[in-house]
């Protein structure tokens, strides 16, 4: 009951911005600068406040490993098996984005609220592991799906840093190295900015759910949700306990790895030319379902830590 009290409001917010989207509570226009004031300037805030004026723990290291070596593990039999049994291309690629990619908005504000502050530099660390590598891999995804597009190494190293979480990591690490971060905390603006990217964010993710596209479920979406929902977790588990990573870290890390999909995955889908109305319905099927796997997995996070 006490994990359920913890992690309901997180989900409640996103329910809230689903229904003021779908009635119109909240005009159209209000939702698309939202978002884009959230992704380009209040989650880096929050990034950079983390890791600006916190001192990264002992285990950082294991931490981006164990989160490495699952995106890897993930990710490589997926593109080897497609090969092998000759997948449809596009909508394999929004399948494998949809197992790789998580909603990082979601994992900060779930692991917030699990474990509370010590938590935040963990989420610098996961921004700076996760994100990069998980990008990468589904745009090349994608663009190996389709013969026309540039399939050079660096146009999509140049598609996976326009991402402003990346430059978020680096300005919030080189502020801790310069010895800045006394000054950050004390002049709070990036603390204030902070603060509103979770419950914004949180809105948006809830207005960007597309509800009508669950009519049309199949074994792609059911596949989607078995490898991201349950088999990802698992794997970070299994690797946690490889690397004796202390119950908190392993917490943490099986916790986000239990994630959804990013709702960005959709925008990723549509540029890429690949199948973005799968896209958009993993992102849906997964985020509703995860309010049952997240919860599940949230209460397996605090028996470890609490052991």
Not at 9 to 34: D, E, K, M, S
């Amino acid at each position: 009951m006490h994990v359920i009290l913890l992690i309901t409001p997180v989900f409640a917010l996103i329910v809230a911005g689903y229904y003021a989207r779908r009635t119109g509570f909240i005009a159209q226009g209000f939702w698309a600068p939202a978002e884009k004031l959230g992704y380009w300037v209040l989650l880096p805030a929050l990034i950079i406040d983390s890791l600006a004026t916190n001192k990264l723990p002992a285990d950082a290291f294991n931490f981006a490993l164990a989160i490495a070596l699952t995106v890897v593990l993930m990710s490589v039999p997926m593109l080897i098996a497609r090969r092998i049994f000759g997948w449809e291309a596009t909508g394999f690629a929004s399948v494998h984005q949809g197992s790789l990619r998580l909603n990082g908005l979601l994992a900060i504000a779930v692991s917030i609220a699990m474990f509370g502050p010590v938590a935040l530099p963990l989420m610098g660390v996961l921004v700076a592991a996760w994100i990069p590598l998980s990008n990468g891999l589904s745009v090349y995804a994608f663009v190996a799906s389709d013969p026309t597009k540039d399939q050079s190494p660096l146009s999509i190293a140049i598609a996976v840093i326009k991402n402003p979480m990346i430059f978020a990591v680096l300005i919030g690490a080189s502020l801790n190295i310069l010895g800045i971060g006394t000054f950050i905390e004390h002049f709070f603006l990036f603390e204030l900015l902070g603060r509103a990217a979770l419950p914004i964010g949180l809105l948006t993710v809830g207005a960007a759910l597309n509800v009508d596209a669950l009519r049309r479920p199949g074994p792609r979406i059911s596949a989607a949700l078995a490898l991201k929902l349950v088999v990802q977790p698992l794997i970070m588990l299994a690797l946690c306990s490889w690397l004796a990573t202390p119950p908190l870290v392993t917490g943490i890390a099986v916790l986000c790895a239990a994630m959804p999909s990013s709702p960005s995955g959709y925008t990723v889908a549509k540029q890429m030319r690949g199948d973005h109305e799968l896209m958009a319905t993993i992102i849906t099927a997964q985020t509703i379902l995860s309010v049952v796997t997240v919860t599940a997995w949230a209460m397996y996070a605090s028996s470890l830590v609490n052991a």
